[in-house]
C-alpha cells in the first residue's frame, strides 16, 4: 500500500491517452513481418494502454470473473502459444466442473444475460467489445448533455492537432466505433451506473433527477468525458461546494480531462482553470500534481510568448492555489512514496515561480552544504532544487 499504485497506475493511463491521441498512434494489435515490425510491438501501446483497457474488462466483468478467466487462460496456454481471441473466450467461460460441484461462482458465455453481467440485459460478446479496443487505434471521447433524469451520449474519436474545422477531420473520424463500458455517478443516487454504448449515440433515462452526473468512475474506462451545456459548471459548483463528495480519483480524472479537452478546443481554458479552483483545499497528491502540472504547462507557455502581464497573473495565482501546501513541506526524505513525489514537484515549482520562502530555504542548504566541503548530503527529493538555486546565485 505504501508504493501508491493506484496512483502510479493513474499516470501510465494519462500517458497512454496522451500517445494515443494523435493520428500517428497505432492498434494494439497489427500485422508484425519482420524483426524491426515485431521490435516495435514492445512499446506504450501495447504495455501501458494494454494495461488500460484489460483494467477496463476487469472493472466491467467483476473481479471474480476476470480473475477466473486469467487463471483459465493461462492453464489453457501456459507452454504454448495464443491469440487475442483465446483470451476472450477464457473470459468469457470461466466455468470449471468445480463450479458446478460445489456450488460456486461461475460464469458462462450462455449464461451471460443472468450472471456476472452488469451493464445490459443482453448477450454480451466479449470479443466483439475487446476487438474496437485492440484492432482499431485511437481513443473515443464521450459527449454527455445532461438535463434532469436524461442523459444523451455522443462517441467520437479523441484527436490532438485536428479540429473540426479542419480538413481533414471527417477522414479522420470515419469509421471508429467503440464498444464502452461506461460508468457513472449522479447526484440523486448512491450506486454506480453501468451501461454499455455501442452506438455512435444513445440516450439514458435516470430514476431520478440528477443536480450533476459524473462519467467514468474512479477513472476505470479508457477515455475522454466532455460534459456539454451546463454539464462542467455543475461540477465546477460540486468541487468549490464539497470536493469530498467525489473520490480523489475522480477529481484527478476531471482535471485530466478538462485540460485534455482544452488541447483540442472543446473545453475554454477559463473553464478549465475554474476547475482548478478547488485545489486550494485540496489535500491529496494525486488531483494536486495533475493540476500542478498543467498550470506549470501554461505558465511557462505564456512566458515563452511573452505576454508578461499574464504571466505574472498566472504566477499569482499559481502560488495563490498551492501556498498552503507549499508552506507545509519539509526539505527533507521522510514521508511517503506519494508525499515525497509531491514534496518536490511542489518545491521546485516554487522555486521556478521565484517563491521568496523557497529560494531563501534553498540557497541556506546550498550554503551549508558548500561550506562543509563534502561532510553533509543534501536530501534526495530537493537535492536538484538546491543545486539550481545555488548555481544560479
Known amino acids: 500500500p505504501e508504493l501508491q499504485v493506484d496512483d502510479f497506475f493513474l499516470n501510465k493511463c494519462f500517458g497512454a491517452m496522451g500517445s494515443d491521441s494523435m493520428n500517428s498512434s497505432r492498434a494494439i494489435s497489427t500485422a508484425a513481418e519482420s524483426p524491426t515490425q515485431i521490435q516495435e510491438m514492445f512499446d506504450s501501446m501495447s504495455y501501458e494502454k494494454g494495461a488500460c483497457i484489460l483494467h477496463m474488462l476487469r472493472n466491467f466483468l467483476t473481479e471474480e470473473v476476470f480473475q477466473s478467466g486469467l487463471v483459465s487462460y493461462l492453464r489453457k496456454y501456459s507452454y504454448g502459444n495464443a491469440k487475442n481471441e483465446d483470451l476472450w473466450n477464457s473470459m468469457a467461460n470461466t466455468c470449471t466442473e468445480g463450479n458446478f460441484t460445489s456450488g460456486g461462482f461461475c460464469y458462462s458465455t450462455s449464461q451471460a444475460a443472468k450472471n456476472a453481467y452488469l451493464y445490459t440485459e443482453e448477450h454480451l460478446d466479449i470479443k466483439e467489445v475487446m476487438n474496437t479496443w485492440t484492432l482499431q487505434k485511437g481513443?473515443?471521447?464521450?459527449?454527455?448533455?445532461?438535463?434532469?433524469?436524461?442523459?444523451?451520449?455522443?462517441?467520437?474519436?479523441?484527436?490532438?492537432?485536428?479540429?473540426?474545422?479542419?480538413?481533414?477531420?471527417?477522414?479522420?473520424?470515419?469509421?471508429?466505433?467503440?464498444?464502452?463500458?461506461?460508468?457513472?455517478?449522479?447526484?440523486?443516487?448512491?450506486?454506480?451506473?453501468?451501461?454499455?454504448?455501442?452506438?455512435?449515440?444513445?440516450?439514458?433515462?435516470?430514476?431520478?433527477?440528477?443536480?450533476?452526473?459524473?462519467?467514468?468512475?474512479?477513472?476505470?474506462?479508457?477515455?475522454?468525458?466532455?460534459?456539454?451545456?451546463?454539464?462542467?459548471?455543475?461540477?465546477?459548483?460540486?468541487?468549490?461546494?464539497?470536493?469530498?463528495?467525489?473520490?480523489?480519483?475522480?477529481?484527478?480524472?476531471?482535471?485530466?480531462?478538462?485540460?485534455?479537452?482544452?488541447?483540442?478546443?472543446?473545453?475554454?481554458?477559463?473553464?478549465?482553470?475554474?476547475?482548478?479552483?478547488?485545489?486550494?483545499?485540496?489535500?491529496?497528491?494525486?488531483?494536486?500534481?495533475?493540476?500542478?502540472?498543467?498550470?506549470?504547462?501554461?505558465?511557462?507557455?505564456?512566458?515563452?510568448?511573452?505576454?508578461?502581464?499574464?504571466?505574472?497573473?498566472?504566477?499569482?495565482?499559481?502560488?495563490?492555489?498551492?501556498?498552503h501546501l507549499i508552506d507545509k513541506q519539509s526539505w527533507s526524505d521522510d514521508g511517503s512514496l506519494s508525499e515525497r513525489l509531491l514534496r518536490t514537484n511542489l518545491l521546485e515549482m516554487a522555486c521556478d515561480l521565484q517563491y521568496p520562502p523557497c529560494l531563501q530555504k534553498a540557497l541556506d542548504l546550498f550554503n551549508k552544504w558548500k561550506n562543509s566541503d563534502g561532510t553533509i548530503s543534501l536530501p534526495t527529493d530537493v537535492l536538484e532544487i538546491v543545486y539550481s538555486v545555488g548555481a544560479q546565485s
Open 139 to 323: 481513443l473515443p471521447v464521450i459527449i454527455v448533455e445532461h438535463s434532469g433524469s436524461l442523459i444523451r451520449l455522443r462517441q467520437e474519436r479523441f484527436l490532438k492537432g485536428v479540429l473540426p474545422e479542419d480538413p481533414v477531420w471527417e477522414s479522420l473520424q470515419s469509421g471508429y466505433l467503440w464498444h464502452i463500458p461506461l460508468t457513472y455517478i449522479t447526484s440523486s443516487s448512491d450506486r454506480i451506473g453501468r451501461y454499455l454504448l455501442k452506438t455512435k449515440s444513445d440516450t439514458i433515462k435516470l430514476d431520478k433527477e440528477a443536480d450533476w452526473v459524473k462519467f467514468n468512475v474512479d477513472m476505470n474506462g479508457y477515455y475522454i468525458v466532455h460534459y456539454e451545456h451546463s454539464g462542467w459548471d455543475a461540477l465546477v459548483n460540486l468541487l468549490d461546494q464539497d470536493h469530498t463528495l467525489l473520490s480523489m480519483k475522480d477529481r484527478t480524472h476531471l482535471i485530466h480531462n478538462a485540460f485534455q479537452l482544452v488541447s483540442t478546443g472543446k473545453l475554454s481554458l477559463d473553464r478549465a482553470l475554474d476547475l482548478t479552483r478547488y485545489l486550494r483545499h485540496e489535500n491529496k497528491t494525486m488531483p494536486v500534481l495533475q493540476g500542478l502540472a498543467y498550470l506549470e504547462v501554461f505558465y511557462k507557455l505564456v512566458e515563452k510568448r511573452n505576454i508578461p502581464d499574464v504571466a505574472t497573473n498566472l504566477k499569482r495565482y499559481i502560488l495563490e492555489f498551492f501556498k
